[in-house]
């Protein structure tokens, strides 16, 4: 069966830098980049104009018109199929939450290596988010301050053991076939339970579930550390 292809959108400001990732996803056989735009005014005003969108989108936060926070509340609205990398050079706690928040499925720095950009592309692509160490420490730290409260009218109890687990292998970032096969069930049977933890927590998508389990103390995170490092 061929191998699907990964359709791609940058957002930056930087000419040279969207170059950079243009030379690089070249090289790849399963990452074809579509488009690039300068902002994020650029960016929203061509995806209504698109036949077919695009996968994921690499954005950029600090740009002209249209900001990348801004572009991807926006697009998460508009077009809840896109997932979308930040991948900016600002890497402090607030914006790598307030990106997360805004249903941003991975937050990269501009230094990081070419190597995990695609590990993340492919990662948000198949199993709908890609966390790195950094960002799960920081979306760790906020989930425990005392300022902080569940966000979710649900609590751990209202899910169900079946549903539990479902979330758990999320976490340990399983893909819908992969649960399928540990639980014995079937992948629809799978996507319904991921339908309904959506419903349940108040997630925004995969990425969101993960938090959520991070927060309600379902994932454990000294486990998931590990399986970034």
């Known amino acids: ?30 990452i074809e980049l579509v ?4 902002n994020g005014k650029e960016l929203l005003d061509e995806l209504i104009t698109l036949e077919e969108l695009p996968d994921i989108i690499l954005m950029d936060l600090n740009m002209p018109e ?49 190597a995990e950009l695609l590990t993340a592309i492919r990662e948000v692509y198949s199993k709908g988010f890609f966390y790195n160490i950094e960002v799960m420490e920081a979306l760790h730290q906020n989930l425990t ?3 902080k409260k569940v966000s979710s009218i649900f ?8 549903e539990k687990e479902v979330l758990e292998l999320i976490c340990k ?3 819908t076939s992969e649960i399928a096969d540990q639980l014995f069930i079937s992948s629809r049977t799978v996507e319904g339970h991921r339908n309904s933890l959506l419903l349940k927590t108040g997630a925004k998508n995969t990425a969101g579930l993960v938090v959520y389990a991070i927060e309600s103390k379902i994932a454990d995170m000294n486990y998931l550390k590990d399986r970034f490092e």
């Open 1 to 30: 069966m061929e191998k699907d292809i990964i359709r791609v959108i940058t957002v930056d400001d930087e000419a040279l830098f969207r170059q950079g990732i243009s030379l690089l996803i070249q090289r790849e056989k399963d």
């Open 35 to 38: 488009s690039d735009f300068s």
């Open 66 to 114: 249209i900001n990348g926070v801004e572009a991807t509340k926006q697009i998460h609205i508009k077009y809840p199929q896109i997932r979308i990398i930040a991948l900016t050079s600002y890497n402090t706690k607030a914006f790598i939450v307030n990106m997360i928040q805004s249903g941003a499925c991975s937050f990269l720095k501009k230094n990081s290596s070419p």
């Open 145 to 147: 301050e005392p300022k």
């Open 155 to 162: 609590d751990a109890n209202h899910i169900s053991k079946r």
């Open 173 to 175: 970032q399983y893909n």
